[in-house]
């Protein structure tokens, strides 16, 4: 029997493909463009199931097993959509892939799709920090390393792609989705999503970027609002951190964005999808569309008045797969190709693009099998839970300790107060399995232990007397329990108030998908609760667990101290306990302003001059915490600031270099951070923006000498006509341990002409950090493994270039 040239792995996948595509016909094509939700049922029975808005008004009616003799693209969610037994979801599913192997001619396989937004989206799975508390940790290796435990559960469960990572840079925090970002700068969004992406993909996952691009940026905050950014906001803030993504991660797959910009959708948007991505950016993986998102064009945007006329547009701009299930790209595109209104070469470039993914991934192999792995899947195995707790440790911020109320005695008299102190879903976003999904079926257990933070701290401090009173719920718009929650905290050394936001979807939660805020108020009648335990005298630590920032300026000054985390999964309750007793010392630093004043949004710390407190308004948008800061139980010195030439040319590098020393009395971890400041250029620039950051772990009386190495790529932007350049001129760099707070600056002259850059331009700034300096007052230098610690842990946390070595690379 002779093997057909696209089955011979011997041969380059482009021939392969090229010669099945050959032997297909159109109907075989379209099918490899389209997905089909499909959940498995708590017996692991596979079947048709749905839990999104629109899904059941925008999907079309099939017969499953006529369907499949066409064959089939993808599978949507077969573990994300309700709850099942790890084990039998990936025998469901290998069922599901046999059967469609089996009831086509060619015998092709679809590729299974799950959410992994902050873990695998799954019952029973590790439930991670969310984005925007990676950021807070300042460290890609480490969400490289969760990422990289993330796709290794799912390929175990048969899982190809993950929609992963969120990229939008927060453009305005009363958005519901900033939870799901990074943070609010490109540059940090960059190097920690490069870092979730190589994880993925070195565990064989596919990463998706998502969303592309501008859904951050929409009108009022509002979800699917409308984008009124500008040509240059839109090149050199929402777009850098997918380039980089791409070009430094190796994603190979994008997300179209549900999103209009100036009138025109994402996803029927051929220069954004085509001329951008693919001819400039030389993207080769495939392009899939938000749930719904291409029947979205007929019945949302009305660019299209029929689904067919809506797969026309799509196709042509550029998107190869309709998710989550066929609407558009199904019945409807096949007989609008048979009547000549769509040309079959569309058909053709995303059916060639689906399947030399497919080939990548073995699915194209005559000794592929959909077996899982293993009989037993642990999906929260004892060492995700060690992870998810690093992570969040890590991401914990201190943002005040003005009076050292922290860490607390170890038989203090606290009294824990706040509508999140002890409930367990505080700690997770809305694309967690329980928020996401449990909430429709209240009768499945969670399925994974998640400490509450009252819990958490009475195991933190035995000695210590807890009590507890919420005081009010999350919502709540009466302030009916404050009598017993006041009473408690009168009676208390400390008062540890617990607030925050809920997770939710579309309305359902006061942070998520669709639950977005008219201000930055704490939620409901939290705000009078904590004047209340103020009003009491006794000092009050604020906790805030929340998806986003909320205004705090009304108490300053009136806290003992104030501990923000967002939503820092299921250890987080452990990691928060940890930073109040003093176990761990924080590190996190805020990938969000803290703002003071609760309107006069949208702000982010990424301004012009004029963006910034002035005399022409009475309002001042300065936050009362700023971008990039963070407290410690220890103090740093930052010496011997050094920096090379004053001159270089506008193609050249420049050096600085600081010793950073630990001079307190216990170990720590400092995050340096460089700034750019440009004074004069072609069109207004940002202030201030980060270019480059360091976290060094150091042992008391330690040192490291760290050196940044400033490319002047680094400093490029985009010009009235529309190139990305570097301009000669003075520019300042800055290293400081926060947007506003800098210690040290470097004025450089670039000299020469104004020059052009592309996307092969330098997007990282290297960093290295020398073996650390024998510590203070002690007559033993340090250990190999403190040396090789601070070496290669600060080497290897900040670029997002995952190396390590004690010099710039």
């Known amino acids: 029997m002779t093997t057909a040239p696209w089955r011979d792995p011997a041969l380059p996948a482009a021939a392969r493909v090229d010669d099945l595509l050959s032997r297909m016909t159109l109907q075989e094509k379209t099918a490899q463009l389209y997905g089909v939700w499909v959940g498995a049922a708590t017996d692991g029975e596979a079947r048709a199931e749905g839990v999104a808005p629109h899904q059941h008004d925008m999907t079309a009616d099939y017969d499953w097993a006529e369907l499949i003799t066409q064959g089939l693209g993808q599978l949507t969610r077969s573990f994300g959509t309700a709850p099942v037994d790890p084990a039998l979801g990936a025998q469901a599913l290998a069922r599901a892939q046999r059967r469609i192997a089996a009831a086509g001619r060619f015998g092709i396989p679809a590729v299974a799709h799950e959410e992994c937004l902050a873990g695998f989206t799954a019952w029973r799975a590790t439930a991670y920090p969310v984005p925007l508390a990676w950021g807070a940790t300042f460290d890609p290796p480490l969400i490289e390393e969760m990422a990289r435990r993330i796709g290794e559960d799912l390929r175990s469960a048969g899982v190809h792609q993950g929609l992963a990572p969120v990229l939008d840079v927060v453009r305005d925090p009363r958005w519901g989705r900033v939870e799901e970002t990074i943070g609010e700068d490109p540059y940090l969004t960059g190097t920690i999503g490069t870092a979730y992406v190589r994880g993925l993909e070195s565990a064989g996952v596919i990463a998706t970027l998502k969303h592309f691009a501008g859904y951050a940026s929409s009108a009022g905050a509002r979800n699917l609002a409308p984008v009124r950014a500008g040509v240059r906001e839109f090149a050199d803030i929402t777009l850098p951190p997918f380039e980089m993504a791409l070009r430094e991660g190796g994603a190979r797959s994008v997300m179209a964005a549900y999103n209009e910009t100036d009138g025109v959708p994402a996803s029927a948007d051929r220069a954004l999808l085509t001329e951008l991505l693919r001819e400039q950016w030389d993207f080769t993986g495939t392009v899939v569309a938000d749930y719904f998102g291409i029947g979205f064009l007929q019945t949302l945007h009305r660019v299209a008045g029929t689904p067919a006329q809506a797969a026309h547009v799509a196709l042509a701009a550029g998107i190869d797969v309709e998710l989550p299930t066929l609407k558009c790209y199904g019945k409807p595109l096949v007989e609008a190709v048979r009547a000549g209104e769509v040309p079959e070469e569309l058909v053709d470039r995303a059916a060639r693009r689906v399947l030399l993914q497919k080939c990548e991934l073995g699915l194209l192999d005559e000794d592929w099998t959909p077996e899982p792995r293993a009989s037993h899947l642990d999906l929260d195995s004892p060492a995700n839970r060690a992870l998810a707790r690093r992570v969040a440790e890590e991401s914990v911020v201190l943002l005040d300790n003005p009076d050292g109320v922290l860490p607390l005695p170890p038989d203090a008299r606290v009294a824990v107060v706040g509508p999140r102190a002890a409930d367990a879903l505080a700690m997770l976003g809305c694309y967690s399995f329980p928020s996401h999904v449990l909430t429709h079926h209240p009768e499945v257990p969670m399925g994974i232990e998640i400490p509450t933070v009252l819990e958490s701290l009475r195991a933190e401090l035995p000695d210590a007397k807890v009590t507890f009173a919420e005081g009010c719920g999350v919502s709540d718009p009466d302030p009916t329990g404050f009598e017993e929650a006041v009473a408690r905290a009168s009676e208390a050394d400390v008062c540890l108030a617990v607030l925050g936001d809920r997770a939710g979807l579309f309305g359902r939660g006061t942070s998520g998908e669709g639950c977005d805020a008219t201000d930055l108020r704490l939620p409901g009648v939290q705000a009078e609760l904590l004047d209340a335990l103020v009003a009491t005298g006794v000092p009050v630590v604020l906790v805030l667990l929340t998806g986003r920032p909320y205004a705090l300026g009304r108490w300053e000054g009136r806290l003992g101290a104030v501990v923000q985390a967002f939503f820092p999964g299921e250890e987080g309750g452990p990691a928060v306990a940890g930073v109040l007793s003093g176990r761990v010392n924080p590190s996190g630093r805020l990938p969000v302003s803290v703002p003071r004043e609760p309107g006069g949004q949208p702000w982010t710390y990424l301004q012009p001059p004029l963006g910034l407190a002035g005399e022409v308004s009475n309002l001042d948008p300065t936050p009362l915490y700023a971008f990039g800061h963070g407290r410690s139980y220890t103090s740093f ?173």
């Open 637 to 809: 010195a930052w010496e011997d600031f050094q920096g090379t030439a004053s001159e270089i040319p506008t193609d050249g590098t420049y050096d600085l270099s600081l010793t950073v020393r630990n001079t307190g009395d216990r170990a720590g971890t400092e995050v340096v951070q460089l700034y750019l400041h440009d004074p004069v250029a072609s069109v207004t620039r940002p202030d201030v923006r980060l270019i480059g950051y360091r976290r060094v772990e150091l042992e008391a009386g330690e040192a490291g000498r760290m050196t940044f190495r400033f490319h002047t790529d680094l400093s490029s932007f985009t010009d009235r006509s529309g190139r990305r350049v570097v301009e000669p001129g003075v520019l300042e760099l800055r290293l400081g341990a926060s947007s506003a707070d800098v210690r040290h600056t470097a004025r450089v002259t670039l000299n020469g002409a104004i020059r052009e850059v592309g996307s092969d331009r330098k997007v990282l700034c290297e960093v290295g950090v020398s073996a650390p300096a024998p510590p203070v007052d002690q007559d033993s230098s340090p250990t190999d493994s403190n040396r090789h610690r601070c070496t290669a842990r600060a080497t290897n946390s900040a670029s997002g270039s995952g190396s390590s070595g004690s010099s710039a690379s």
